[in-house]
């Protein structure tokens, strides 16, 4: 287990139909000899819509638990992920050739980063896919620099959350996603980032989909009030883990 890598999928019903496409990016990387990965597909509650969904693999585990959002779901599946790192693979988002081994690679590389994020790209509904203008240069992230980047840039990180790579431990020390109704993954990111250093791969890693049924794209996601608390948390929970002076590694 301690040479394992656990690829973790929140799923709802809407995004299920994805499943078969991350899998196939999934099936498609590679790791270094001794090295495996495992798929843990959280579901985001109890329906029947997802499970035709999931492939028929020894390599897959499916389970089910009452909805509470994305977040819940990813860390409910901690319970069960029994491995040295943990990659983050929305259900209907595609990893990108090699992220896995890139990712692993700098993290097994120095044991004084924490976690990993490599360059997105927007996978439109016609195929096609859009790069994000800013991406930073390939190398580490030191400490405060994505809370910093994200407060100056009208609460937008420089790198993507939903291409987290993270050692098992630390993410559990920090008790895994945030409570939130969205931002779930860009709290933990700040989070991570104000207790560790981490690392950007200028390869593209993850192809983000783009469709109607994202939760992302819903109305209630760019609610004000809504969107103000969940900043105001994000950035007061950054800044608490800063002023504890606890960091990776110890």
């Known amino acids: 287990m301690s040479r394992r890598v656990v690829v973790v999928t929140a799923v709802h019903g809407p995004s299920a139909r994805f499943l078969p496409e991350a899998y196939k990016s999934l099936r498609a990387q590679w790791l270094p000899e001794g090295w495996e990965w495992h798929w843990m597909v959280q579901e985001d509650g109890e329906g029947r819509s997802v499970r035709p969904y999931v492939p028929d693999d020894e390599r897959v585990t499916f389970r089910q638990g009452r909805a509470g959002g994305p977040g819940v779901a990813r860390t409910i599946a901690l319970a069960h992920a029994e491995g040295a790192y943990v990659k983050v693979l929305d259900a209907d988002d595609q990893l990108a050739p090699g992220a896995l081994a890139r990712d692993l690679a700098a993290l097994e590389g120095d044991p004084g980063l924490g976690w990993a994020t490599s360059r997105a790209l927007d ?32 609460f937008l990180a420089q790198v993507h959350p939903a291409s987290l790579f993270v050692r098992r431990e630390l993410l ?29 791969s200028a390869e593209v890693g993850l192809l983000y989909r783009k469709w109607d049924g994202q939760v992302t794209g819903q109305a209630a996601h760019v609610d004000r009030a809504e969107r103000d608390a969940r900043m105001a948390v994000v950035e007061a929970r950054a800044r608490a883990l800063s002023e504890l002076r606890w960091s990776f590694p110890a």
């Open 123 to 154: 996978l439109m509904p016609d195929g096609s896919t859009v790069g994000f203008p800013g991406d930073p240069e390939q190398g580490p992230i030191e400490r405060g620099a994505v809370l910093d980047h994200w407060k100056a840039n009208g």
């Open 172 to 200: 559990l020390a920090l008790g895994g996603w945030m409570a939130l109704p969205a931002s779930e993954d860009t709290g933990l990111l700040l989070a991570l980032n104000a207790v560790s250093r981490g690392w950007f």
